[in-house]
């Protein structure tokens, strides 16, 4: 079926597929970490970021905004880190807070840069939900090099990510920085989420990370098949978004990833082996039955002893 | 009154209704819960709209508070079924947005639903559909709207004064006094999604976020009381909202983008100089402490 495609087409596919790989490993992390929000509010503190950059340098080359999505997300991250250690004020609240101020900001800068690059529209609108098809060789080539290198760091420090997430205090016993591991993670993690934000949009791009974790943990009882599972959930549902986003001229890529993640996510939450509704519903039933019988023989047995 | 004053006057409201809502949302540490919300509105009035084929008040009223109380149960549910929170919220709202957005984009592309408009909303347009109103005169929808949300929350929260405080502050003293903390959560999680739809068509999904969260917080920040609290919350909301449409037209921008930054602001002045939480009195303190 590929080969009817365009060749461009396929390129795009090929990177979303990788993109959502990094994605969904990337995810896993943000999961256990229990940050899942905060890719939320760093991919819509990515927005003025690339429209300054494209403001600045008047060319549309992903390198280029990704940068400027890049420094703008992590400053949004270390405002956020900055407003909860020194107010009263919770991690959620200054998250919303980065994530509404800073998209707002960069509405305003991207009407306002939309409206000076004149008829030609610069395509900027389409970072808000995606634009997978316009995306040139050029950029998938960059989109696949910086996903290739998040999956590398990902799998290089696999025992490293194990420690950080689930026993810090052991990590730090064994001689690795907190601080930096915790800077690694949050590179990685801006990365991941520029790097999407042409395919995906800023708005969706959060749910690339989010989704295809919470359906991994339905299938796996251990840190090393999740990260596994997520990493194909999230390349086959960047995929399948990108294609069907094909189909139509012009529609968003970004929400059509999201709905293919979000049939995985169903499938999950019903079939999955862990704790999925059905097996447990099974489970459910054949406790219930083994009690009965149990409490049956019981009552026979009591019967016979009044006998 | 004139074009501009129509359009000052609905921001406003908006900046009050979601400056009043705002300081019961950071206080019951909600403030992601009505990202989730206002996202998942657009479902909803996308549903109102498709089978109703109409784009005013009380359908899309109707059809916001069931997709935000829809987003509240879900988020439960799948939190109670071992699901973290954070990452709950995160696949509900992202799924529902979605599905809204994919409906924009496929199916009622013609009318005056789309994509932009969902996320920006489209005040300039407000003053336009004006409806006629017994003793007031011609009034714009959207403002008529938001002005009976307005009153609505203010009535809510006013007669359950109380019991909203001491939910918000101590949940479990107020389950052991047999206030129904469940029902509240939810009347409260009703009156996000209707503040956020009234909001949503003059200032847009996202910047509905800003509205609630970051006036409130900025109020939080200057004060202990619930009360003052929320009036300053409120303050905070107009001056916002009628700094943004002045900076919007400065610049020439987004009115709805002008106003979620016009919030930023307010709160990084909050942040600095607010007497008892921000940056500089505490600096101050801790060398003051440091001399003596």
Known sequence: ?307 | MSYAMWILLTASLVGLSCGIVGALLILRRMAMMADAISHSVLLGIVVAYLITRELSGIHMLIGAVIAGLLTAVLVQWFHSRGVQKDASIGVVFTTMFAIGVVLIATKVGNAHLDTKHALMGEITFIPWEKVQVPWLGEIPQATLTLSAVLLLVVFIILIFYKEWKITSFDPALAASLGIPVVLMHYIFMSMVSLTTVAAFDAVGAIMVVAMLITPAASAYLWTDRLSIMMMLSALFGVVSAIMGYYIAVWLDTSISGSMAFATGLVFLLSFLFSPKHGLASRLHYRSAAADS
């Not at chain 1, 461009?8 to 999961?31: D, E, F, K, P, R």
């Not at chain 1, 989109?143 to 026993?167: N, R, S, Y």
Request: aromatic share 10%; charged share 10%.
């Open chain 1, 1 to 307: 079926m590929l080969s009817y495609l365009s060749p461009n087409t396929q390129w795009v596919l090929l990177s979303t597929l990788i993109l959502g790989i990094a994605a969904g490993m990337i995810g896993c992390l943000a999961y256990w970490k229990r940050q899942s929000l905060m890719s939320d509010a760093l991919s819509h503190a990515a927005l003025p970021g690339v429209v300054i950059a494209f403001a600045l340098t008047g060319v549309k080359s992903l390198p280029v905004l990704v940068l400027g999505a890049a420094i703008s997300s992590l400053l949004g991250a270390l405002l956020i880190q900055g407003i909860r250690s020194s107010s009263r004020i919770k991690e959620d609240t200054a998250m919303g807070i980065i994530l509404s101020v800073f998209f707002g900001f960069g509405i305003m800068m991207l009407t306002i840069v939309s409206r000076s690059a004149g008829g030609s529209q610069s395509g900027l609108d389409g970072f808000i939900f995606g634009q997978a098809a316009s995306m040139v060789r050029q950029d998938v080539y960059t989109m696949l090099i910086m996903a290739a290198l998040v999956i590398l760091v990902v799998f290089a420090g696999f025992k490293e990510w194990k420690l950080f997430l689930f026993d810090p205090d052991f990590a730090k016993g064994m001689g690795l920085s907190g601080k930096w591991m915790n800077s690694l993670y949050l590179s990685v993690l801006v990365l991941v989420i520029v790097i999407g934000i042409q395919a995906v949009g800023v708005i969706l791009m959060a749910a690339l990370l989010i989704i295809p974790s919470v359906s991994a943990r339905y299938w796996s009882s251990s840190f090393r098949s999740m990260v596994i599972c997520s990493g194909v959930f999230g390349g086959a549902a960047g995929m399948t978004g990108s294609l069907l986003s094909s189909i139509g001229n012009g529609w968003p890529t970004g929400p059509f990833v999201v709905l293919a993640s979000s049939a995985i996510f169903l499938v999950s939450l019903i079939f999955g082996a862990e704790k999925g509704l059905l097996v447990q519903a099974l489970q459910l039933r054949r406790q219930k039955k083994r009690h009965h019988s149990n409490s049956w023989q019981h009552k026979t047995v009591h019967v016979k002893e009044a006998e």
